[in-house]
Nanobody, 123 residues
Framework: QVQLVESGGGLVQAGGSLRLSCAASGRPFSSYVMGWFRQAPGKEREFVAAINWSGGRVDYVDSVKGRFTISRDNVKNTVNLQVNSLKPEDTAVYYC????????????????WGQGTQVTVSS
Protein backbone atom coordinates (compact mmCIF):
# COMPACT_ATOMS: atom_id res chain seq x y z
CA GLN A 1 0.00 0.00 0.00
CA VAL A 2 1.11 3.58 -0.63
CA GLN A 3 0.04 6.89 0.87
CA LEU A 4 0.03 10.01 -1.29
CA VAL A 5 0.06 13.66 -0.24
CA GLU A 6 -0.16 16.50 -2.76
CA SER A 7 1.04 20.06 -2.32
CA GLY A 8 1.81 23.13 -4.38
CA GLY A 9 -1.61 24.29 -5.47
CA GLY A 10 -2.77 27.87 -5.24
CA LEU A 11 -4.25 30.91 -6.92
CA VAL A 12 -2.42 32.16 -10.00
CA GLN A 13 -3.17 34.52 -12.86
CA ALA A 14 -3.63 33.24 -16.38
CA GLY A 15 -0.26 32.63 -17.99
CA GLY A 16 1.34 31.83 -14.67
CA SER A 17 2.99 28.66 -13.39
CA LEU A 18 2.86 26.30 -10.45
CA ARG A 19 4.76 23.21 -9.42
CA LEU A 20 2.59 20.49 -7.93
CA SER A 21 4.25 17.81 -5.86
CA CYS A 22 3.12 14.46 -4.55
CA ALA A 23 5.00 12.72 -1.76
CA ALA A 24 4.60 8.96 -1.46
CA SER A 25 5.17 6.68 1.50
CA GLY A 26 4.69 2.97 2.01
CA ARG A 27 5.68 0.34 -0.54
CA PRO A 28 8.69 1.04 -2.79
CA PHE A 29 7.83 4.08 -4.86
CA SER A 30 9.52 2.70 -7.96
CA SER A 31 6.93 -0.11 -8.00
CA TYR A 32 4.26 2.31 -9.15
CA VAL A 33 3.26 4.15 -12.24
CA MET A 34 2.21 7.62 -11.13
CA GLY A 35 -0.52 9.78 -12.57
CA TRP A 36 -2.10 13.17 -12.16
CA PHE A 37 -5.82 13.75 -12.57
CA ARG A 38 -8.00 16.81 -12.10
CA GLN A 39 -11.63 17.51 -11.39
CA ALA A 40 -13.30 20.84 -11.99
CA PRO A 41 -16.60 21.78 -10.30
CA GLY A 42 -19.50 20.03 -11.99
CA LYS A 43 -17.23 18.01 -14.26
CA GLU A 44 -15.95 14.47 -14.28
CA ARG A 45 -12.45 13.60 -13.18
CA GLU A 46 -10.00 13.95 -16.06
CA PHE A 47 -6.65 12.29 -16.77
CA VAL A 48 -3.84 14.84 -17.01
CA ALA A 49 -0.50 13.01 -17.13
CA ALA A 50 1.24 9.78 -16.20
CA ILE A 51 4.82 8.61 -15.85
CA ASN A 52 6.08 5.04 -15.84
CA TRP A 53 8.17 3.32 -13.18
CA SER A 54 11.56 4.58 -14.34
CA GLY A 55 10.39 7.93 -15.66
CA GLY A 56 11.37 6.96 -19.16
CA ARG A 57 7.86 7.16 -20.57
CA VAL A 58 5.23 9.82 -20.07
CA ASP A 59 1.72 10.42 -21.31
CA TYR A 60 -0.40 13.60 -21.38
CA VAL A 61 -3.92 14.60 -22.24
CA ASP A 62 -3.86 16.67 -25.43
CA SER A 63 -5.07 19.85 -23.72
CA VAL A 64 -1.92 20.12 -21.58
CA LYS A 65 0.77 18.97 -24.01
CA GLY A 66 3.51 21.55 -24.27
CA ARG A 67 2.39 23.29 -21.06
CA PHE A 68 2.61 20.61 -18.35
CA THR A 69 5.57 18.39 -17.50
CA ILE A 70 5.44 15.33 -15.26
CA SER A 71 8.59 14.04 -13.57
CA ARG A 72 9.52 11.72 -10.73
CA ASP A 73 12.34 11.21 -8.27
CA ASN A 74 12.57 7.59 -7.13
CA VAL A 75 15.08 8.52 -4.41
CA LYS A 76 12.93 11.25 -2.84
CA ASN A 77 9.70 9.31 -3.55
CA THR A 78 8.05 12.23 -5.24
CA VAL A 79 6.22 12.91 -8.48
CA ASN A 80 5.91 16.47 -9.73
CA LEU A 81 3.73 18.26 -12.22
CA GLN A 82 5.12 21.52 -13.58
CA VAL A 83 2.18 23.49 -14.92
CA ASN A 84 2.99 26.45 -17.14
CA SER A 85 0.96 28.88 -19.27
CA LEU A 86 -2.03 28.25 -17.07
CA LYS A 87 -5.51 28.98 -18.37
CA PRO A 88 -8.74 29.56 -16.44
CA GLU A 89 -9.98 26.20 -17.75
CA ASP A 90 -7.13 24.52 -15.85
CA THR A 91 -8.88 25.43 -12.60
CA ALA A 92 -9.57 22.19 -10.71
CA VAL A 93 -8.59 20.02 -7.81
CA TYR A 94 -5.50 18.09 -8.90
CA TYR A 95 -5.02 14.55 -7.62
CA CYS A 96 -1.98 12.32 -7.54
CA UNK A 97 -2.59 8.60 -8.02
CA UNK A 98 -0.64 5.34 -8.17
CA UNK A 99 -1.05 2.12 -10.14
CA UNK A 100 1.06 -0.84 -11.21
CA UNK A 101 -0.21 -0.71 -14.81
CA UNK A 102 1.09 0.95 -17.95
CA UNK A 103 -0.34 2.59 -19.94
CA UNK A 104 -2.74 4.04 -17.38
CA UNK A 105 -4.98 6.88 -18.50
CA UNK A 106 -8.20 5.83 -16.75
CA UNK A 107 -8.92 6.59 -13.14
CA UNK A 108 -10.30 3.08 -12.79
CA UNK A 109 -6.81 1.70 -13.31
CA UNK A 110 -5.44 3.49 -10.24
CA UNK A 111 -5.53 1.95 -6.79
CA UNK A 112 -4.29 4.77 -4.57
CA TRP A 113 -5.20 8.45 -4.47
CA GLY A 114 -4.13 11.55 -2.62
CA GLN A 115 -6.48 14.09 -1.09
CA GLY A 116 -5.97 16.66 -3.85
CA THR A 117 -4.63 20.18 -4.14
CA GLN A 118 -6.64 23.13 -5.48
CA VAL A 119 -5.41 25.07 -8.50
CA THR A 120 -7.32 28.25 -9.33
CA VAL A 121 -6.44 30.31 -12.40
CA SER A 122 -7.87 33.80 -12.63
CA SER A 123 -8.42 35.53 -15.96
Amino acid sequence: QVQLVESGGGLVQAGGSLRLSCAASGRPFSSYVMGWFRQAPGKEREFVAAINWSGGRVDYVDSVKGRFTISRDNVKNTVNLQVNSLKPEDTAVYYCAATTRWPAVSGRQYNYWGQGTQVTVSS
